[in-house]
């Protein structure tokens, strides 16, 4: 019977995922041009264009530190390829794992990391994740324009245009919380707890700097997330 172990790394996911990878690195280059000879229509001096481009990449690129981790928490489970492709077109760690816990414990598996997980095991696990994600792309699409009418709505009634950061705010932290709790809460895992620990303290610590220091807003999440796993990560090997 063939494992996951055996098709994960393999060639041709290679190729399946860089098809798909394809037509991302395309959708960049094709706005970019866009944006470019809209902008010379507009009369922008290309100086100024090329300052933008550049301190956008800058800025892009550094703070996509927590995605790199989350690359390095998924390979395990689903190999280099289908882990890169994932995270490259739409997902984040957090989903990736909990929608495919939620498979290979149906199918009788203790986690995403257990061994043995035959082929048609993987399979499903990659179908229900990526099917699954393609809800919010669908409700986005479609219902978009009616929830930031309704959002806005209410918020002006509620007392303004500031309730709509304090909204989604604490819609984010509820989201994120229910991903976590049932892995911060897990006392024969205390590592889990302790790396949530410290990465609170740190985001606390950053968020101080930041007054005083403000390019470090932007990297404060992924500070955070780097000393929580390297909190884990120590104390695994002190204790």
């Known amino acids: 019977m063939l494992m996951r172990e055996d098709i994960y790394n393999d060639l041709p996911m290679l190729l399946l995922c860089s098809a798909a990878m394809l037509i991302v690195l395309f959708q960049p280059l094709f706005f970019l041009k866009m944006s470019w000879k809209h902008g010379r229509e507009l009369g922008i001096e290309e100086k100024n264009m090329r300052g933008t481009a550049k301190s956008s990449a800058i800025f892009s690129i550094l703070p996509t530190l927590p995605v790199l981790i989350s690359y390095l928490v998924l390979v395990p489970a689903f190999g280099k390829y289908f882990a890169w492709l994932r995270l490259s077109i739409m997902g984040n760690a957090a989903y990736e794992t909990t929608i495919?816990?939620?498979?290979?414990?149906?199918?009788?598996?203790?986690?995403?990391?257990?061994?043995?997980?035959?082929?048609?095991?993987?399979?499903?696990?990659?179908?229900?994740?990526?099917?699954?994600?393609?809800?919010?792309?669908?409700?986005?699409?479609?219902?978009?324009?009616?929830?930031?009418?309704?959002?806005?709505?209410?918020?002006?009634?509620?007392?303004?245009?500031?309730?709509?950061?304090?909204?989604?705010?604490?819609?984010?932290?509820?989201?994120?919380?229910?991903?976590?709790?049932?892995?911060?809460?897990?006392?024969?895992?205390?590592?889990?707890?302790?790396?949530?620990?410290?990465?609170?303290?740190?985001?606390?610590?950053?968020?101080?700097?930041?007054?005083?220091?403000?390019?470090?807003?932007?990297?404060?999440?992924?500070?955070?997330?780097?000393?929580?796993?390297?909190?884990?990560?120590?104390?695994?090997?002190?204790?």
């Open 100 to 239: 495919a816990d939620m498979v290979t414990t149906s199918l009788g598996y203790s986690d995403i990391y257990a061994e043995g997980i035959d082929i048609n095991s993987f399979v499903t696990m990659m179908f229900v994740i990526t099917f699954a994600i393609m809800g919010g792309a669908i409700c986005t699409l479609f219902f978009t324009k009616f929830y930031e009418k309704k959002v806005r709505q209410a918020t002006t009634n509620l007392g303004g245009g500031k309730m709509v950061g304090l909204i989604t705010t604490a819609m984010f932290v509820g989201l994120y919380s229910s991903l976590a709790a049932n892995k911060v809460v897990n006392f024969n895992q205390p590592l889990n707890l302790a790396a949530f620990i410290v990465a609170i303290l740190v985001t606390i610590l950053c968020t101080k700097l930041s007054e005083k220091y403000k390019p470090l807003k932007q990297f404060t999440f992924s500070i955070s997330i780097v000393m929580g796993m390297l909190s884990a990560s120590v104390l695994t090997v002190l204790l």
